[in-house]
């Protein structure tokens, strides 16, 4: 089986060899860090060896209650906001067909998601587009009080309660949560609810591989086996005793964090697959939440290739020159289509005929690589064979350890979140909830 790859050649103009080998003794003993549970936020780390952790008998017991679960409903609303929801979200987009909502003969329940807005015509849309099928929920909260998901579940809830009553409700549901308290927990032991628990060491964007990821993925009738195999294999790959050159972890904080010190203050995750549009969204929680902090900290932006060559192409080629590219390649798509000749030829593309659209696809890629670089935007390449269950569950767990890695190397805490709390703070305040009288106060003088 190939093994996904990464490539730094085209950031060799920019940034020598010699220079992010400078880097190497740092990302080593940041990755050593991870390990011995030395660093900052060591409390929460326990996803470093989660994949490797999990056992048959686990994975057995999610596809059994799963299983249960689907035989039940037809569309199965997932609830969850962060890293409760995005990272199922990014492997369901990825590795489904990206029109099977338009067949009318499927055998897995639709999966769609609430409680990461708190729109009032999505929710609204929602309740609508639901009305005609049987339903279920998966709600994931560490303490069941979070804003949006909470709001989305007092709905949701009792719209099943309504239509089925309490008893078949409770069959309904399932919970993913803390294991021994929070009132999603109390909820869920009173009603009788099937439940798993998000482990205490484990923070929300590390999550995926706990069931908070593998639960919803098990829902939606994909290889949860596969996923977890693919993140073992990478735990492997890029543990401490992995030599530097062959660690893709390590290699790549080492190359983000030599970008940032000569001034690359954003990195921009492309892909030419519009699948992978939420995998960047789940990378840009991940690093973002990690690393900036301390007024410090890679911004991370995403653009889906081509379409967005046709946006935001201008600015990457010619714009300010404080941005570089990471680009996940896809060597080998699932389906073949080519492109046939036509006696007319109008639009005067017979030059393409016989070429499948991946051989267009990858053209692209290469002329648009060249381009950046040429234009100044350093380019980080890595290969991903195919968009399969195996191959995901490898890249989002070496993003994970490479996010560690990078953050230790860049000094800050990448397991806390203190900045996600003032709006909180504001948005409680303005709606007077108990408990902030007195910052009701003091925001109503700013306003």
């Known amino acids: 089986m190939k093994n996904i790859q990464i490539d730094l050649s085209r950031i060799s103009t920019f940034i020598s060899a010699s220079e992010i080998d400078s880097y190497k003794a740092s990302a080593e003993a940041a990755n050593k860090m991870l390990v011995d549970k030395t660093g900052k936020g060591s409390e929460f780390l326990g996803w470093v060896n989660l994949p490797t952790s999990i056992s048959t008998e686990e994975i ?46 499927r055998t897995e329940p639709t999966i769609i998601f609430a409680g990461q807005n708190i729109s009032e015509d999505y929710i609204s849309e929602l309740m609508s587009a639901i009305k005609d099928y049987s339903i279920a929920t998966i709600m994931t909260s560490k303490s069941g009080t979070t804003t949006e998901p909470a709001i989305a579940f007092r709905i949701i809830k009792a719209e099943i309660e309504s239509r089925y009553g309490k008893e078949e409700a409770s069959k309904r549901i399932v919970a993913i949560t803390d294991g021994a308290r929070g009132t999603l927990k109390a909820l869920a032991d009173q009603e009788g609810y099937s439940t798993f628990v998000i482990p205490d060491n484990v923070g929300g964007r590390f999550s995926i591989f706990t069931p908070v990821g593998l639960f919803p993925l098990a829902a939606a009738g994909l290889n949860v086996e596969s996923f977890v195999q693919g993140a073992k294999d ?45 995998i960047a969204e789940w990378w840009k929680q991940l690093y973002g939440e990690s690393e900036g902090k301390d007024g410090l900290g890679i911004f991370p932006a995403s653009v889906v290739f081509t379409a967005d060559l046709h946006s935001m192409g201008q600015y990457i080629q010619e714009g300010e020159r404080t941005l570089f590219e990471t680009v996940i390649s896809v060597g080998q798509p699932n389906s073949t289509v080519t ?46 064979p195919e968009i399969n269950e195996y191959y995901l569950g490898a890249l989002m767990y070496m993003f994970e350890r490479a996010c560690g890695i990078s953050g230790y190397m860049l000094g800050v805490n990448p397991f ?32």
């Open 60 to 105: 057995d017991t999610i596809n059994r209650v799963a299983n249960d679960l689907k035989s039940r409903a037809e569309i199965i609303i997932c609830i969850g906001i962060g890293g409760s929801y995005l990272g199922t979200k990014a492997i369901i987009e990825a590795v489904s067909n990206n029109f099977s909502f338009l067949n009318k003969n």
């Open 234 to 278: 990478m735990e492997v790959a890029t543990g401490e005793d992995v030599p530097f050159e062959k660690n893709l972890a390590t290699i790549y904080a080492a190359a983000r964090n030599a970008m940032y010190k000569k001034g690359y203050k954003i990195e921009i995750l492309a892909s030419y697959e519009p699948k992978l549009q939420y």
């Open 339 to 384: 492109i046939e000749k036509i006696a007319e030829d109008l639009d005067g593309l017979n030059f393409l005929a016989g070429k499948r659209l991946s051989d267009v696809n990858k053209m692209a890629e290469l002329g648009t690589t060249i381009a950046h670089v040429d234009g100044g935007v350093p380019n980080i390449k890595i290969a991903l």
């Open 416 to 447: 806390d979140q203190p900045g996600v709390e003032a709006y909180k703070k504001n948005m409680f305040a303005l709606l007077e909830k108990p408990g902030y009288e007195n910052d009701t106060i003091e925001i109503r003088k700013k306003l």
